[in-house]
């Protein structure tokens, strides 16, 4: 990890997020500073912040901006990604609080045509223990999501290297909402019927992807954003990484609807990978 952009909002969520940042080694940290103190003397907390946390070696770049507005916010926020640089953006999205997640910045950051992965932190510290849980799609096997799955386990893959962590790989077989919601399908004879068939598929992968052994390997059935978040549960997962396929329209709506889902749900941190 080279380089990362931090979207800072507050001084609590800044900490959170340089904390999590650091542990990726990066060469650099860019901090875009959104209605931070700036006078002279009143940004002496942000700074105690970094001396504290980023290490000597790691570059560290701050850039204070105003604008209460999300339409001003996600304008610059744009203009600061046109430097197509950046290998991770972390914005703070808070998990342990009533406070409800705003996803504009997050939705402008996948519209733009950066290939940076969005790294969604929690107002949570992560445990010595780390488990990361890479989620793919193998239920369609056209060229876009096929590469998509690859860069999602490649992305996991390296995060599990750099924090020696474990890895665990799900693959949802999905059923619409509506059949679930009227008991027209039963997640189970949809598993019996396509499990085998995906699991399969989901040994291929693997291999095909040279994953280590001990790698974990769960397929289930039902709705996607019900399945991950109870998966990443159960395992005690720290860190979903979740792919973004990018489609724009009616199909790009639904996507991202069912995207939001799944990142309501979830109690942990998330790493969404663009396609």
Request: aromatic share 6%; net charge negative.
């Amino acid at each position: 990890m080279k380089r990362i952009l931090i979207v800072i909002e507050n001084e609590i969520s800044a900490k959170y997020m340089l904390e999590k940042a650091i542990k990726f080694s990066p060469e650099k940290i860019e901090l875009l500073c959104f209605d931070y103190p700036n006078d002279e003397g009143e940004n002496d907390g942000l700074q105690n912040v970094l001396e504290s946390i980023v290490k000597p070696q790691c570059e560290t770049h701050v850039t204070f901006e105003t604008g209460e507005s999300v339409g001003v916010r996600i304008t610059k926020l744009e203009n600061t990604l046109d430097d197509d640089g950046f290998d991770m953006v972390m914005l703070h999205r808070p998990i342990l609080g009533e406070e409800v997640p705003d996803y504009s910045l997050i939705k402008a950051i996948l519209k733009t045509s950066t290939k940076a992965t969005v790294f969604l932190c929690g107002d949570n510290r992560w445990k010595q223990t780390f488990k990361v849980l890479a989620t793919v799609d193998l239920s369609q096997d056209d060229d876009i999501q096929s590469a998509l799955n690859k860069r999602v386990v490649g992305v996991a893959d390296n995060v599990c290297n750099q924090l020696t962590t474990e890895l665990a790989i799900l693959s949802v077989i999905p059923i619409s909402r509506v059949s679930d919601e009227l008991d027209l399908v039963d997640p189970w004879e949809v598993f019996q019927e396509h499990g085998q068939w995906t699991k399969n598929k989901m040994a291929e992968f693997v291999k095909d992807n040279g994953l280590e052994n001990d790698t974990s390997v769960h397929v289930v059935a039902g709705l996607p954003q019900n399945e991950i978040t109870s998966i990443a549960k159960k395992l005690k997962t720290n860190l979903v990484v979740i792919g973004n396929v990018g489609r724009t329209g009616i199909k790009g709506f639904i996507v991202g609807n069912t995207a939001e889902k799944i990142l309501n749900r979830l109690s942990v941190d998330a790493l969404i990978v663009r396609q």
